[in-house]
């Protein structure tokens, strides 16, 4: 098992920053690809980004890239997702999930085994 607390989110005016932090507990943190996904109001929890074990590797969704950064502390059992530039469209529940299912892309749902409980990030206009 594996668990996941996210923290960081809150209300912002567009244009501004938010740094989001996962911190994970339980089985050995460093075996994990972890992504960050979300959830608009109304709609279907979409991939945000994610990053490999070693953290050399990080893929994006098209509308947040150069806007958005993940990064991991494997010291530290910890992600982070840096978002800056916000817009109103990047409201959401915003969550934190761990996962080996190596048959399944980086930007699957599927290839995530445990998940956050997710925290709300909310951009004003």
């Known amino acids: 098992q594996v668990q996941l607390i996210e923290s960081g989110g809150g209300l912002v005016e567009a244009g501004g920053s938010l740094r989001l932090s996962c911190a994970a507990s339980?089985?050995?943190?460093?075996?994990?690809?972890m992504g960050w996904f979300r959830q608009p109001p109304g709609k279907e929890r979409e991939f945000v980004a994610a990053?490999?074990?070693?953290?050399?590797?990080?893929y994006y969704k098209d509308s947040v890239k150069g806007r958005f950064t993940i990064s991991r502390d494997n010291a530290k059992n910890t992600v982070y997702l840096q978002m800056n530039s916000l817009k109103p469209e990047d409201t959401a529940v915003y969550y934190c999930a761990a996962g080996d299912a190596w048959r399944y892309s980086y930007t699957d749902l599927r290839r995530y085994t445990y998940w956050g409980q997710g925290t709300q990030v909310t951009v004003s206009s």
């Open positions: 990053i490999n074990w070693s953290g050399d590797t990080t």
């Open positions: 339980g089985r050995t943190f460093i075996n994990y690809a």
